[in-house]
C-alpha cells in the first residue's frame, strides 16, 4: 500500500476599481480575498498483479476575513473519491468509481475515469474525467510538458462585518493551461503554468451548500490570462 499526505494554502486577491459600489455581500471577498488551508491524503491500495482501489480525500478551510478568530467549521468543506482499477501494463492503468466535488463551486456527485497511458518514451497521457485532462511530452528523464485542462472551485464562508449571518460564496472555473515541470534537486521539482481561467459560477447563496434557489448575488466575470510558478516536493 501507498499513503500520500498533502497540505496546501492559498489566497487570491482581487483589484477593484475606484468607483466600484461597496456595499454589497460580495464586498469581504472584495476587501480580504479567498483563503483556502486544507489537508488531504490518497491511497493507493494494490488488490492483486492487476487490480488495484484508489481512494482520495481531502478536507479545506474556505474563508473571507480579515481575522482567523472567527473561521469556524462552517468554513469546511470534504471532497474525496474512490475507484477500482485495472492495471493493464506498466504503461497503461484504468479505474473507474466516483466522487463528491466541490470543482464547480457546489458539492457534486459524479462519476469518475481515470486513465494514466505511456505510448512510447516521449508521448503520454493522465486523465482524470471530468475532474482534469493532460498529454504529457517526455523532454528528458527529468523535465515534461503538460498541455490540457482542469475544473478548479470550492465554496467560501463569507463572514460579514457586525453581523452574525454567514453568507457563501460559491466558485468554479475551467483552467486550459500549459505547465512545464523540472525536477532540480533530489524531490524537489519546480512547475511553470500559463493559461486562461473561464468563469463557471461567481455567485453568493444564504445557506450552506445552497442551489440556485439560495442565490442573493450573481455575477459574471470574464475570461482572464494567469501564470504561476511554483514549488513541489515529491517523495516517491
Do not use: C
Request: no cysteine.
Amino acid at each position: 500500500m501507498v499513503a500520500n499526505v498533502s497540505a496546501n494554502y492559498w489566497r487570491s486577491g482581487f483589484g477593484v476599481s475606484s468607483h466600484q459600489h461597496h456595499n454589497t455581500p460580495i464586498q469581504s471577498v472584495l476587501t480580504n480575498g479567498m483563503h483556502t488551508a486544507g489537508i488531504g491524503t490518497t491511497i493507493f491500495k494494490p488488490l492483486n498483479d492487476k487490480n488495484f482501489l484508489l481512494v482520495q480525500a481531502n478536507a479545506d478551510a474556505n474563508w473571507s476575513a480579515n481575522s482567523l478568530s472567527n473561521i469556524s467549521t462552517k468554513a469546511l468543506t470534504v471532497n474525496g473519491s474512490v475507484l477500482y482499477g485495472w492495471k493493464k501494463s506498466d504503461n497503461n492503468m484504468i479505474a473507474i468509481g466516483a466522487s463528491r466535488t466541490y470543482r464547480l463551486g457546489r458539492p457534486l456527485i459524479v462519476p469518475v475515469l481515470l486513465w494514466n497511458k505511456t505510448f512510447n518514451d516521449k508521448w503520454g497521457m493522465e486523465l482524470l474525467l471530468p475532474a482534469r485532462a493532460h498529454i504529457r511530452y517526455n523532454v528528458n528523464p527529468k523535465s515534461m510538458l503538460f498541455a490540457g485542462f482542469e475544473l478548479e472551485g470550492n465554496q467560501y464562508a463569507l463572514y460579514q462585518n457586525n453581523s452574525n449571518s454567514i453568507l457563501y460564496l460559491q466558485r468554479g472555473e475551467i483552467k486550459p493551461r500549459l505547465m512545464y515541470e523540472r525536477s532540480i534537486a533530489g524531490f524537489w521539482w519546480i512547475s511553470i503554468q500559463a493559461g486562461a481561467r473561464i468563469n463557471g459560477r461567481f455567485n453568493v447563496v444564504n445557506q450552506y451548500n445552497g442551489d440556485e434557489a439560495r442565490e442573493v448575488l450573481t455575477t459574471t466575470l470574464g475570461t482572464t490570462w494567469y501564470s504561476s510558478i511554483s514549488l513541489q516536493l515529491i517523495s516517491l
